[in-house]
């Protein structure tokens, strides 16, 4: 069983860094999809970017492309998300989320699975950015 720890989160001016870690451990399966998530007060949670353990690419919603870049460090099992020109509307619960031997439509996952998709969750931590 994989567990998942978040670490890194706080509170932030507009136009601020972050840089949030997970650390997983347990990994038993050849291949994961990590993810972060973010949920807004009163909103639905959604995807913010993810990692394919096998492929080793990342993909990103459009809201944060350009200021978001996730890593992935092999060697600690760790899951970063830097965060950067962070907007008030960033402001949530982000959360890590993984999912071994994830299943994507003619085998190759070109694009982030969505929250129902992942079994494994961290417990999240708060990041609020200020105007």
């Known amino acids: 069983q994989v567990y998942l720890t978040e670490s890194g989160g706080g509170s932030v001016q507009a136009g601020g860094s972050l840089r949030l870690s997970c650390q997983a451990s347990g990994y038993t399966y050849s291949s994961y999809s990590l993810a972060w998530f973010r949920q807004a007060p009163g909103k639905e949670r959604e995807a913010v970017g993810c990692?394919?353990?096998?492929?080793?690419?990342?993909y990103y919603a459009d809201s944060v492309k350009g200021r978001f870049t996730i890593t992935h460090d092999n060697a600690k099992t760790t899951l970063y998300l830097q965060m950067n020109n962070l907007k008030p509307e960033d402001t949530g619960v982000y959360t890590c989320?993984?999912?071994?031997?994830?299943?994507?439509?003619?085998?190759?996952?070109?694009?982030?699975?969505?929250?129902?998709?992942?079994?494994?969750w961290g417990q999240g931590t708060q990041v609020t950015v200020s105007s």
């Open positions: 989320a993984a999912e071994p031997q994830p299943f994507c439509d003619g085998g190759y996952c070109s694009a982030c699975l969505g929250e129902h998709d992942h079994s494994i």
């Open positions: 990692f394919y353990t096998d492929t080793t690419k990342t």
